[in-house]
């Protein structure tokens, strides 16, 4: 779009103007005065000569300073319109003698290809930048000082959005990766570290690769510090491990059974009938045991695989509970026991329900198992105020689930551990009752992935109770009245 440019509104100032007319008029009125020292000219016609001079002068420069002016401004105008997208203003006309008259146009030509490098440039920013708020993996900007100038959506998202401008030191806590990034920043060559990070309850591992930046930034950015997640890899070098020692431990007991069993019949009661048929119903009970723990050791290892990522959808509490009400009511039967249904209000969770019945699956089988006969197992849930029937030790709304057994209870001893793999307080009875010391262990790892807690109390003599605690969805953790409780027999 073209400007009009208003030429005398840009006119020079009058002494620039005094000056450029006296410099240029110097040699003839040098002249004139020595004219008039030599007695050939007068002093009035020599003053007249000096106005004459002065005067067409100026009349030659005026259409020179006006030309000059011009595009003074233009140059002003098309500065002020560096970032602005748009047609950029024609140039003004040039008119003066002293000048080219194309000159006009070589500045206008320069400012469009300026802004046209300029879009160019923005394009590419802008398109670098998409690909880093894409990366799935967080990445860091560090300036010289050891600063975080620079964050992509996943950086934020793992640290906080007021990562950019912190320390590194305040964002990174590991000695050896700080020493790595100073290495770099000092001139040192590309490197690659890895480390672990807490994050709450669970325990991350990252690989870190620092590099150093071909350039500096424009935030002054020298180097970069991505981060990719290793934590399912280790996770799964660790299962593996730990699959191989507890297997090899926990299997070599029915094992040797098996073929103390098996050599047994192949020899002395080879063609004892009575001998056989006993011996063949305990190695059925030994393999059973040992197909129990190969399955409880896979769903663990499952588990732990995805226990980083918590879940987002939302369950249906009452569901879940219903169905691992009527599951275990066969089981609880043939002990003469009952299990009884308590929900308040209708609570929704955010979590797996697959999971979550496994939880409760495994809560009420304990309850089963070691629960005293013709007694009764509570299953009781609702807000975690109402749930428990006292004030909640946790502070965030949620909803609470409680197993409550009359058992022989537990020692509090044993309370801090019976959550670990393996661990049992009675070995030859859990072994006895077909446990594989795996189920607390596999409900803790479930509890943690959805965010929530484990609680147990327990009286020894009296019985115990396990209470899970669970992040309640929006509009899901509702209060009824007493009166809206639920009890199935």
């Not at 993996?137 to 401008?165: C, H, M, T, Y």
């Not at 620092?210 to 290793?230: K, N, Q, T």
């Not at 299997?251 to 069993?261: H, I, K, M, Q, V």
């Not at 192949?266 to 305990?282: H, N, P, W």
Request: aromatic share 4%.
């Amino acid at each position: 779009m073209a400007t009009r440019i208003d030429r005398m509104s840009d006119t020079p100032r009058p002494a620039r103007i005094l000056r450029a007319i006296l410099w240029l008029s110097a040699p003839a009125l040098g002249v004139l005065l020595v004219l008039v020292g030599a007695g050939a000219l007068g002093l009035l016609p020599a003053l007249l000569g000096a106005l004459a001079v002065l005067a067409g002068v100026g009349l030659l420069l005026a259409p020179h300073f006006r030309a000059v002016a011009a595009l003074r401004a233009y140059v002003d105008q098309l500065r002020g319109l560096w970032n602005e997208e748009g047609e950029l203003p024609n140039p003004p006309a040039v008119d003066s003698p002293g000048l080219d008259p194309a000159l006009g146009q070589a500045i206008a030509d320069t400012a469009r290809e300026r802004q046209s490098r300029r879009r160019e440039l923005r394009a590419v920013v802008a398109g670098n930048e998409a690909v880093l708020s894409g990366l799935p993996d967080p990445l860091l900007l560090i300036d010289s000082a050891g600063r975080v100038v620079g964050a992509n959506p996943a950086a934020k998202q793992l640290f906080s959005e007021r990562v950019v401008g912190r320390d590194l030191a305040s964002v990174l806590r590991h000695p050896d990766l700080l020493q790595t990034v100073d290495r770099v920043l000092a001139g040192g060559a590309d490197q690659e570290i890895d480390f672990a990070a807490n994050s709450g309850e669970i325990e991350q591992h990252f690989s870190a690769r620092v590099a150093r930046l071909p350039s500096r930034g424009p935030d002054g950015a020298v180097a970069v510090c991505s981060l990719h997640d290793v934590t399912g890899i280790k996770r799964a070098e660790q299962m593996r491990a730990d699959f191989v020692a507890n297997a090899s431990h926990e299997l070599r007991t029915p094992l040797s059974s098996l073929l103390g069993f098996i050599e047994t019949l192949q020899g002395a009661a080879k063609e004892d009938t009575d001998a056989r048929e006993r011996f063949l119903e305990i190695m059925q009970r030994e393999a059973q045991r040992m197909s129990h723990l190969v399955e409880d050791l896979l769903s663990l290892s499952r588990i732990e695989l995805d226990e980083h990522t918590p879940p987002t959808e939302r369950a249906d509490l009452r569901a879940v509970l219903e169905r691992v009400q009527n599951a275990a009511e066969i089981r609880a039967q043939k002990k003469g026991m009952t299990v009884e249904l308590a929900v308040t209000g209708a609570p929704a969770v955010i979590g797996d329900a697959d999971q979550l019945t496994q939880v409760f699956q495994n809560l009420i089988d304990n309850a089963v198992k070691y629960g005293r006969q013709g007694t009764a197992i509570r299953l009781e849930a609702g807000p975690a105020d109402r749930a428990t029937g006292r004030p909640s030790r946790r502070a965030r709304r949620g909803v609470a689930v409680a197993v409550i057994d009359q058992g022989e209870g537990i020692p509090r001893k044993h309370i801090p551990r019976l959550t670990e793999r393996f661990y049992r307080v009675d070995t030859a009875r859990s072994r006895e009752l077909g446990g594989t010391g795996l189920g607390l262990a596999i409900v803790k790892h479930i509890v943690n992935r959805h965010r929530g807690q484990l609680e147990i109390d327990s009286t020894p003599g009296e019985g115990s109770r396990f209470t899970v605690y669970l992040p309640a969805a929006e509009g899901g953790s509702e209060a009824a009245d007493d009166q809206g409780q639920q009890a199935a027999q």
